[in-house]
């Protein structure tokens, strides 16, 4: 495991047990990771160095020529975190770098047809029966399930990495995702199919793992990692797509289906929407609304069926909310 060698490592732990205290910190998140960069760059650019400067700050935080704002934002959040976390305890004196505005996102999402998901989960359901180790076992019991439960609830790839056992109700198929976006705790009504998965997958894992701490269990007793998700879904989905996609996209699928049934039940898409919003764990409400854009003809279906109403009701998004 990676840990923080620089002068500043005491600090860092401090702040990393606090992040952790508060349910804000995971192992394997790239807030950790950003970190670690910065505690790197600090021990080699400062080596005699015993207290943090303006400087040190300046010289990591200011946007690279090769970076773009949101590149930038992402790489520098974590050190505005532990700066205000320092200064709040009266730590150090260093002001807060400035971070970039958030560009508005180009990024269209990949559209799945029927035959790719029917092509990608017969992957899944396809792996080797042979198989000669635990990880090997785990992994063809995981990996149909697991993303299963992506495509069918639109939770977040590393919500569902993150899942511990007591997290999901098989009595009553309700999910508590505790690790979200923004820490926004929220809890997700499992389809009865999905749900009879579950209780499937959770009886044959507990061979494996019987007293295992997370829902989908990896080696030590730990969730598997992002480069796992990435790793299976690419091997799994290049097999018999020509298509790229990716895991995440999973998420806009399951939130462009459901706006799309929405067009033949009457008007009503308020209530739905904050739902789908709820379901989801956005912030707001004006967070899901970025998935209109994503729906072909849908802002015109709206508008036609609420007249005058429409701007009141569906506003400009707001993409620096678009991706929570």
């Known amino acids: 495991m990676n840990k923080f060698t620089s002068f500043l490592a005491p600090l860092m732990q401090a702040y990393a047990f606090y992040q952790k205290s508060s349910d804000r910190w995971s192992e ?25 400067s303006q400087e040190m700050v300046d010289g990591w935080c200011n ?83 697991f993303f299963r439960l992506l495509y069918s609830s639109g939770i977040r790839t590393y919500e569902a990495r993150m899942l511990r056992v007591e997290d999901i109700d098989l009595c009553h198929g309700i999910m508590n995702i505790r690790y979200s976006k923004g820490h926004v705790q929220h ?7 999905m749900l009879e998965l579950l209780k499937i997958y959770d009886t044959a894992i507990q061979e494996q793992y019987p007293h295992r701490t997370y829902f989908f269990p990896a080696r030590g007793d730990t969730f598997h990692t992002r480069q796992w998700v990435y790793t299976n879904f690419r091997e799994l989905w290049d097999k018999y797509n020509s298509s790229h996609a990716t895991a995440y996209e999973l998420r806009h699928h399951y939130a462009i289906e459901n706006i799309n049934r929405w067009t033949d039940e009457g008007f009503g898409f308020g209530a739905k929407l904050f739902y789908l919003s709820k379901s989801m ?10 998935y209109y854009s994503l729906v072909p003809g849908m802002a015109d279906i709206l508008e036609e069926k609420t007249g005058r109403d429409f701007d009141s009701i569906l506003p400009e998004v707001d993409y620096e909310k678009s991706y929570e």
Request: proline letters at 6%; aromatic letters at 12%.
């Open 281 to 290: 764990g956005h912030s707001t409400v004006e967070s899901t609304k970025y």
């Open 63 to 145: 946007q690279r020529d090769t970076e773009s704002n949101n590149s930038c934002r992402s790489r520098i959040n974590v050190i505005v975190s532990f700066i205000r976390y320092l200064r709040k305890r009266g730590k150090t004196d260093v002001f807060e770098p400035e971070i970039p505005r958030k560009e508005r996102s180009t990024y269209i999402p990949h559209s799945f047809t029927d035959i790719e998901l029917e092509n990608f989960f017969y992957a899944c359901d396809s792996l080797p029966s042979v198989s000669h180790t635990p990880d090997q076992r785990s992994r063809k019991i995981t990996i149909p399930v």
């Open 28 to 52: 394997d998140s790239s807030y950790k990771a950003n970190l670690i960069l910065f505690d790197r760059y600090c021990k080699k650019q400062y080596p005699e160095a015993t207290l943090l």
């Open 187 to 193: 809890y997700v009504v499992l389809h009865d199919s």
